[in-house]
């Protein structure tokens, strides 16, 4: 089995939010998501432990192209390879907003304002010569490793989850679940959250068989079923709580509101202590799912109901 280290990229001083998984291989390494740009200083230190610099990092491959996955991206297209720049790997429908990210970004300021900076860093767009666009199943061999990019909306109609013999690199689209007591939640920002493509996208991850799972919100996990299992049970809550509160099209603060607190009432009844909570949200804003089920309900369950 090959060897895969977490790298905890300590996201806004928070250990175990973000991750970037190393594989390393005789020309260097390679790299499952660069985190944003805000972590740019704890990958360095990350590698250093494993004795690399980001120089040795040859190959990334993004998951999607959210902040938290994909911001540090161009930068490391500038300064891997020995200099060279690293090749960057990605979903055809994200291949544009990485080679000019003037909209994401623009968009994300819209949410996060001042803080845009603080959070997230610089994002440099991709250079050109550095972009791999790959397709579904369309194998990415990097000496000996060989990576399946598995098309997988639901979170994002730009993500792919990447098989590695037995291990599946789920990014976002597995879910959120952090060390600790087992619990998981079913990220869902807008604008892509589709709850049916989800379901779907479930069903092809567990027809892999995989052995292990390593979501980016964080850490590498041997037991896939029950995994799998939570993912299921946490889209059909999310459902119920959908079907209850949205019909009425109450305003945005009061879905977020009620959403929070059955986030909360959730967690507590599944024995997540109240300290790690700062932590999944850091991870996983409550409030950005409200955002994104309203937009999901009323594009796809009040325009065609």
Excluded at 134 to 143: H, K, R, S
Aim: proline share 8%; hydrophobic share 40%; glycine share 8%.
């Amino acid at each position: 089995m090959t060897e895969v280290y977490t790298l905890d990229l300590n996201f806004q001083g928070i250990p175990h939010v973000i991750a970037s998984y190393l594989i390393k291989h005789p020309r260097g390494a390679a790299i499952i998501e660069s985190g944003p740009g805000s972590t740019i200083e704890a990958l360095k230190a990350a590698l250093k432990v494993h004795d690399l610099t980001v120089d040795d990092i040859t190959d990334v491959l993004l998951t999607h192209i959210h902040l938290d996955h994909a911001g540090a991206a161009g930068w490391l297209a500038r300064h891997g390879d020995h200099g060279q720049g690293a090749r960057i790997y990605v979903h055809p429908n994200g291949a544009g907003h990485m080679l000019n990210p003037e909209k994401l970004i623009n968009s994300a300021t819209r949410i996060y304002g001042p803080l845009m900076d603080q959070l997230w860093g610089e994002f440099l767009c991709v250079p050109e010569d550095k972009l791999i666009v790959i397709q579904d199943q369309q194998e990415v061999v990097i000496d000996h490793l060989r990576f399946c990019p598995l098309d997988t909306p639901g979170h994002a109609e730009h993500h792919y989850a990447y098989l590695l013999e037995d291990t599946l690199f789920t990014g976002d689209v597995g879910g959120i679940r952090l060390p600790g007591p087992p619990h998981l939640r079913v990220p869902m920002p807008p604008p892509e959250f589709h709850l049916e493509r989800w379901r779907e996208s479930l069903g092809k991850m567990q027809e892999t068989s995989c052995k292990r799972l390593a979501p980016t919100h964080f850490g590498i996990y041997d037991n896939p079923e029950w995994h799998f299992e939570m993912l299921q049970r946490g889209l059909d809550e999310v459902e119920a709580f959908m079907i209850e509160t949205l019909p009425a099209d109450p305003p945005m603060p009061a879905i977020s509101d009620k959403f929070m607190q059955w986030t909360g009432a959730r967690a507590k009844r599944e024995g997540l202590p109240d300290e790690m909570t700062g932590a999944y949200e850091a991870a996983n804003p409550s409030w950005m799912s409200a955002t994104g089920m309203q937009r999901y309900w009323r594009k796809y369950r009040v325009a065609v109901g």
